[in-house]
């Protein structure tokens, strides 16, 4: 079955140390979403991706980085930069067209311990 | 420019009762419009989605809802709520330059036994 996948489903990170959340999906969506959501906040975007070796700051990109190196991967970087991290970050995709709509990865949850 | 209003951040419903949460968008040209449901947890899931055509749109698990033009409303119905419907739900809407989607804040449905 085609479909979204995040990796770790939970994430714990020191501070200082940079962390790495894995998106891939075999859907060959254009597309690529990184959101970020918080407790009342609902989604936030962080980068997306409308094509390979190309991507776009979203509304909170800074503490973040993000690489489109092939179709099926959008893996992000949440950086030491990035002071507060601690949140449920999820992943999407969508086909190039606005009627789709995005298909969503079962979500990272990252702490700072 | 586009965006969405979610109406009533919690609602609390009986078992059995009817089910209504609103959503508001404005939209600049004619909107692609979204609800989504996501348990604990877990990634969004699509719940149906307007695009063109009948303007009353029935989805998963009993759900519909109707775009109104003049009301630039698309709120979300279930005539009989069950346990299994508690949950966050968010609505969205697409159809701008790009394919992001602009999301609501999102409306945490309790169902009472």
């Known amino acids: 079955d085609g479909g979204i996948t995040q990796s770790p489903k939970y994430l714990f990170r020191k501070e200082g140390q940079n962390v790495t959340l894995s998106c891939e999906q075999n859907?060959?969506?254009?597309?690529m979403y990184w959101y970020r959501q918080d407790p009342g906040q609902g989604l936030r975007l962080i980068y997306y991706s409308q094509i390979v070796n190309d991507f776009q700051k979203g509304d909170i990109a800074e503490g973040y980085s993000v690489s489109r190196e092939k179709k099926e991967s959008f893996p992000l970087t949440v950086t030491s930069a990035q002071k507060n991290p601690t949140a449920f970050y999820l992943c999407?995709?969508?086909?190039?067209?606005?009627?789709?709509?995005?298909?969503f990865g079962s979500g990272t949850r990252l702490t700072v311990v | 420019a586009q965006s969405v209003t979610q109406l009533g951040s919690h609602v609390s419903v009986s078992e059995g009762a009817l089910v209504l949460l609103r959503c508001n968008y404005s939209?600049?040209?004619?909107?692609?419009l979204f609800w989504y449901v996501q348990y604990p947890n877990q990634g969004l899931q699509l719940l149906l989605k307007y695009t063109t055509g009948a303007t009353l749109v029935k989805g998963i698990n009993g759900f519909e809802a109707e775009f109104k033009k003049s009301e630039t409303s698309f709120h979300l119905t279930k005539p009989s709520a069950h346990m299994s419907d508690a949950a966050e739900y968010f609505c969205a809407v697409g159809g701008g330059a790009t394919n992001k989607l602009i999301f609501g804040t999102g409306t945490l449905l309790a169902v009472q036994p």
């Open positions: 859907l060959n969506h254009d597309a």
């Open positions: 939209s600049s040209v004619p909107p692609y």
């Open positions: 999407a995709s969508s086909i190039a067209g606005r009627e789709y709509g995005y298909t």
